[in-house]
């Protein structure tokens, strides 16, 4: 079923869009929140699973401690308070995605709240609210067989529980409001801007693609003028920054339209299709029929405020503040910066790549063509490929140094790339050395003639 | 006062099925139950906050560190159904509407 939308100017003439974001970041701690299993991700199905995740009778629960410090700094890295005392949960649903038939999380009393952040998007940054950081535990990841492979029709199920109780902190936005007409770039720098953070901050990879970090996308509009919030909807896992931008926008014109036409915007969960819309799930549950209360098998946490300070030390320089400085420091316009900060880990490879000793324009070159298109075709991050920054910045050396040219420089990266080894190897054994030795080259030429002349 | 039809939403949030008469039974009786347990809201003031351990403990945790053996078939030889390594569940949801 198509959706009337409405034209994204109509909707701004009309309405204000308010945001809400809820992300996921599931943690990168060896073992998983509760128990000693491991947290890989790709292993055989149940193969990282204990009587713990798995929820049998008579097992206990116990805090992983790098989860709560983990949590901390991202707290404090969205500039939260930390509470000085705090519960977990039980978020109880019959789902088989919990063995448990429970899911441990938190719920009135969130280890960090009341936080903020600025997101830039072009010349102007946006102040994003922050509700809370919470802990709470992963999923395990459910197959279903028959029908057409959803959950409506299928035969039945098939859960494998190696991803059930990995740490997962839910970061909740208060409504993001102000943001007109730039609300679709907001939502996804922001979610950017998570991404970069929790990465610097080494929690977690944060890789979209592999569900490291998931966000769902609540939007309303409220009329010009109007002081009362709009009914919402929320977009579950919008896996991809384009996706969120899109999602937001998708919705915007769809609520746009229903409420032109006087109708009304029903409150409920709606799942994101790659195609580029949104369709309609369940209806939203109170927080009621999950009848929460304070988990029994855990004790309360108290964070040490001598502890906190001692994890505010280790904060890495603020991703916001970071990308401000390198873009001065490396003299890009807007638009050339803009075009690093959209591919998922450009900046921290040329980053790298100008600490090794390259220019930032030969770096940005670099890791923006040759080698985003390899990553591209072999479908992993560019911090995957097997070049390091330091080799990318010798290739340079040696193209600046007038040892090989640029099109040898493309087969020296191929070559190192191919497990060659380093690039003055890889220029060794392929013999790819320009020659510029004038001498050198009338002997050869000499030769060439004398030899068929 | 409990009502008929909270005990039913509760039930049915629990995955319990009751009969009508099992129904009447519960309404009345939890509502006893929950009488008897609100008379300790006479004694608690505000400024005591709610007991949810008996211990006073606080900061339980353990270093992260992989205390694990591989032993799936052992965790799927419990299971009711198995298919591929995985636990097998039934249908969960009857046709979209």
């Known amino acids: 079923m198509a959706d009337e939308l409405l034209s994204f100017d109509a909707v701004l003439e009309r309405f204000d869009p308010v945001l809400g974001l809820e992300v996921h970041v599931e943690l990168s701690t060896k073992s998983k929140m509760w128990c000693g299993c491991p947290t890989e991700f790709g292993n055989e199905p149940n193969s990282q699973v204990c009587p713990v995740c798995l929820g049998l009778p008579g097992s206990l629960p116990v805090v992983n401690a790098k989860a709560v410090e983990s949590a901390i700094r991202i707290g404090l890295s969205l500039n939260c308070q930390i509470a000085r005392w705090c519960r977990f949960a039980r978020k109880n649903y019959f789902y088989p995605d919990m063995p448990k038939d429970y899911q441990i999380s938190q719920y009135d009393e969130p280890l960090c709240f009341d936080g903020e952040i600025a997101v830039e998007v072009g010349e102007m940054a946006y102040q994003v609210p922050i509700e809370r950081v919470h802990m709470e535990e992963d999923a395990g990841k459910i197959t279903h067989i028959g029908g057409v492979g959803r959950i409506a029709n299928a035969d039945y199920s098939l859960l494998d529980y190696n991803r059930a ?23 996804a720098g922001y979610v950017a801007l998570l991404r970069d953070m929790v990465r610097a901050l080494a929690v977690s990879q944060g890789r979209m693609e592999r569900g490291n970090l998931r966000c769902d996308v609540n939007v309303s509009l409220m009329p010009k003028g109007a002081s009362e919030l709009g009914i919402r909807s929320e977009t579950k896992n919008v ?132 080698l985003a298109r390899r990553a591209n075709e072999w479908g992993v991050a560019l911090d995957e490929l097997p070049i390091t920054a330091k080799q990318v910045a010798e290739v340079q050396a040696l193209l600046d140094t007038g040892q090989i040219n640029d099109k040898l420089a493309r087969q020296v990266i191929e070559g190192v790339l191919a497990g060659e080894g380093d690039p003055a190897a890889v220029v060794q054994h392929r013999g790819l050395t320009v020659v510029s030795d004038t001498g050198a080259l009338e002997v050869a030429v000499d030769g060439a003639i004398a030899a068929d002349p | 006062m409990l009502t008929r039809s909270e005990v039913a939403r509760l039930a049915a949030l629990a995955r319990i099925e009751l009969s009508d008469d099992e129904l009447d039974a519960m309404a009345s009786q939890l509502d006893v139950i929950l009488s008897a347990v609100a008379a300790v809201s006479e004694v608690a003031s505000q400024d005591i906050p709610p007991t949810s351990h008996a211990v006073p403990l606080t900061n339980v945790m353990r270093p992260d560190v992989l205390n694990w053996v591989p032993r799936s078939q052992a965790m799927l030889a419990g299971a009711p159904d198995v298919e591929n390594g995985r636990f097998r569940v039934p249908q969960i949801l009857q046709e979209e509407q």
Not at chain 1, 165 to 185: N, R, S, Y
Not at chain 1, 314 to 340: C, N, S, V, Y
Request: zero cysteines; a negative charge.
């Open chain 1, 165 to 187: 109780g990995v740490p997962l902190m839910e970061i909740v936005t208060k409504t993001i409001h102000d943001t007109g007409a730039a609300a679709p770039e907001v939502a």
């Open chain 1, 239 to 370: 896996n991809s920054l384009r996706a969120v931008a899109d999602a937001v926008r998708y919705e915007m014109r769809r609520q746009g339209a229903i409420l032109s036409a006087g109708g009304r915007v029903v409150q409920e969960t709606r799942h994101w299709n790659e195609a580029g819309y949104t369709t309609a799930g369940r209806s939203k549950e109170t927080a009621e029929d999950y009848r929460y209360f304070p988990e029994p098998d855990l004790v309360p946490l108290a964070a040490d405020p001598a502890w906190v300070e001692q994890l505010r030390a280790t904060l890495p320089e603020h991703p916001g503040k970071r990308r401000a400085r390198l873009r001065t420091e490396w003299g890009f316009t807007q638009r050339e910066f803009g075009d690093i900060l959209a591919v998922p880990g450009a900046l921290d490879t040329i980053a790298d790549t100008v600490l090794a000793g390259a220019t930032p324009i030969a770096a940005r070159k670099w890791w923006l063509t040759e």
